[in-house]
C-alpha cells in the first residue's frame, strides 16, 4: 500500500498566483492545471441500497498516475464489495469533463479525520503531467490563490481566494 505523506486540499488543485497578474490567471497556469487537475467519479450505495455517484476533483502528483484527493469523495466506493467495485468501477478524467475515461483504485486513506486524504492510482499505464507538492510552514497571508476543480458537475474551474491565518479563504462558502 502506498503512503500518504503531503498535505494539501485533496479536493482540488491548489495554485498561488502572485499578486502581479491582476488582470487574471497567466494562460500557462490555466493549461498546466488542465494536465494536473482530473474529475473522480466514485459509485456508492445510499441508504437505500440504490447506486449513486459521488463526484470530486484531485490532483495528479506522480507521473505514473497516482492522484491525491479528498477521502470523502471515494469512501463510499471502498464499502462495496468486490463484485460490486468491479461492475461500478471508479472512474478518473483528466482535464475536463469530456476527457478520456481511466479506471482507478483507491491505494491508500489516511485515517486522520481532520485531513481527509485518499491516495488514488490510475489503472492503465501511461505517461502524465503532475505537480510537486510543497509544505508551508507559515501561509503568505493575502496571497491570491486558485483552486482548480470541477464544482457543481461544471467543467474545469478555477475559483478564486487567498491564504488566511489559519485556512485557505474560500469564495465558494465558509472556509
Known amino acids: 500500500m502506498k503512503s500518504i505523506g503531503a498535505g494539501i486540499l485533496g479536493f482540488t488543485s491548489l ?18 492545471s488542465a494536465k494536473t487537475t482530473v474529475k473522480i467519479s466514485a459509485p456508492y450505495k445510499d441508504a ?17 498516475g497516482d492522484i491525491l484527493t479528498a477521502r470523502h469523495v471515494i469512501e463510499g ?6 463484485d460490486e467495485r468491479v461492475s461500478h468501477p471508479l472512474i478518473v478524467k483528466i482535464g475536463s469533463i469530456y476527457g478520456t475515461e481511466v479506471p482507478a483504485e483507491v491505494t491508500n486513506t489516511d485515517p486522520n479525520p481532520d485531513t481527509d486524504l485518499a491516495l488514488v492510482s490510475l489503472l492503465r499505464p501511461q505517461t ?3 505537480v510537486s507538492l510543497c509544505y508551508l510552514s507559515k501561509s503568505p497571508d493575502g496571497e491570491a490563490l486558485y483552486a ?17 491565518t489559519q485556512k485557505v479563504k474560500r469564495v465558494d462558502g465558509p472556509p
Open 48 to 64: 437505500n441500497k440504490a447506486f449513486q455517484t459521488e463526484t470530486g476533483s484531485g490532483v495528479l502528483i506522480t507521473e505514473s
Open 15 to 32: 495554485i498561488c498566483v502572485s499578486s502581479t497578474y491582476a488582470d487574471g490567471i497567466p494562460p500557462s497556469i490555466v493549461r498546466d
Open 77 to 82: 466506493w471502498t464499502k462495496l464489495n468486490d
Open 128 to 130: 502524465n503531467s503532475f
Open 148 to 164: 482548480f476543480g470541477f464544482p457543481n458537475q461544471n467543467n474545469l474551474t478555477p475559483l478564486p481566494g487567498t491564504f488566511g
